[in-house]
C-alpha cells in the first residue's frame, strides 16, 4: 500500500506570497492531520481534518489554512508568507479519528521563505 | 495542558553501546503514549506505541515502558548501530488525533 505522499517536496517563496501544499493520505485513511517541523518550536500541530471538516485547530494565525476533498486529500495554504514560516511541513494521515490509531507521516514539503 | 519533556542535548554513543533517551509528560487522563524516528531528509515514522499503564511497546530492538506512577516513557537499546542514527520523538496522543511531541533528540551512533 502506498504511504502519505506530499507534493512538492522543496518550495522557495518570497515573503508576501502565498503557497498551497498538498497531501495524500494512505488508500482508506480519512482523517488527515498537518504539522508544523522547525528548529526552534520543533513539531507543533496545524489542524486536523476528517470526512472534510476540519474538527481541530492549533495555535496559529489565521494566514494558515486548509481543506479535505472526498477523497480525502488535503491542502494547507499559508498567506501573506513571513521569513518565520520557513519550516518542514508534515502531514499525516491516520484510519479512523475518534481512536487511538497511529498517525503516519509523509516526507514533508520544506519551504523555505526568502 | 498536555506536553511532552524530552532530556537536552544530542546522544553520542559507540556502537553496541546501550541508548536510553527519557521522555516524560503532563497529561490529563491517561493518554496513549508513542516514539517516532526521523532519518535525514525523511518524515517521521512511528518506532512503537504504548496505550495504558505498564504496557510496554517494543519494535526493532527498542523498548519503552508506559510509567503513570512517573509519568514517563523513556526509550531504550541493548545495543546501538550506526543505523539507529536518527532524530528520536517521544510524543502523546491527545484526542482527535492531535499529537504533543517533545523536542526530539538527535541520535549519532560511532563505529
Known amino acids: 500500500k502506498a504511504g502519505v505522499t506530499q507534493t512538492p517536496r522543496y518550495l522557495i517563496k518570497t515573503r508576501g506570497q502565498q503557497v498551497t501544499l498538498s497531501c495524500s493520505p494512505i488508500?482508506?485513511?480519512?482523517?488527515v492531520s498537518w504539522y508544523q517541523q522547525t528548529p526552534g518550536q520543533g513539531l507543533q500541530f496545524l489542524f486536523e481534518y476528517f470526512s472534510e471538516t476540519q474538527r481541530n485547530k492549533g495555535n496559529f494565525p489565521g494566514r494558515f489554512s486548509g481543506r479535505q476533498f472526498s477523497n480525502s486529500r488535503s491542502e494547507m495554504n499559508v498567506s501573506t508568507l513571513e521569513l518565520g514560516d520557513s519550516a518542514l511541513y508534515l502531514c499525516?494521515?491516520?484510519?479512523?479519528?475518534?481512536?487511538?490509531?497511529?498517525?503516519?507521516f509523509g516526507p514533508g514539503t520544506r519551504l523555505t521563505v526568502t | 495542558g498536555n506536553s511532552v519533556t524530552q532530556m537536552e542535548g544530542p546522544v553520542t554513543l559507540s556502537e553496541e553501546a546501550f541508548l536510553t533517551i527519557n521522555c516524560t509528560y503532563t497529561a490529563t487522563g491517561y493518554p496513549s503514549l508513542f516514539w517516532y524516528v526521523q532519518y535525514p531528509g525523511e518524515g517521521l515514522q512511528l518506532l512503537l506505541k504504548a496505550t495504558k499503564a505498564d504496557d510496554k511497546g517494543s519494535n526493532k530492538g527498542f523498548e519503552a515502558t508506559y510509567r503513570k506512577e512517573t509519568t514517563s516513557f523513556h526509550l531504550e537499546k541493548g545495543s546501538v548501530q550506526v543505523s539507529d542514527s536518527a532524530v528520536y520523538f517521544c510524543a502523546l496522543f491527545y484526542g482527535n488525533n492531535r499529537l504533543a511531541f517533545g523536542k526530539g533528540n538527535q541520535v549519532v551512533v560511532i563505529p
Open positions: 499525516a494521515s491516520s484510519l479512523e479519528a475518534s481512536l487511538v490509531y497511529e498517525q503516519y
Open positions: 488508500s482508506g485513511h480519512r482523517s
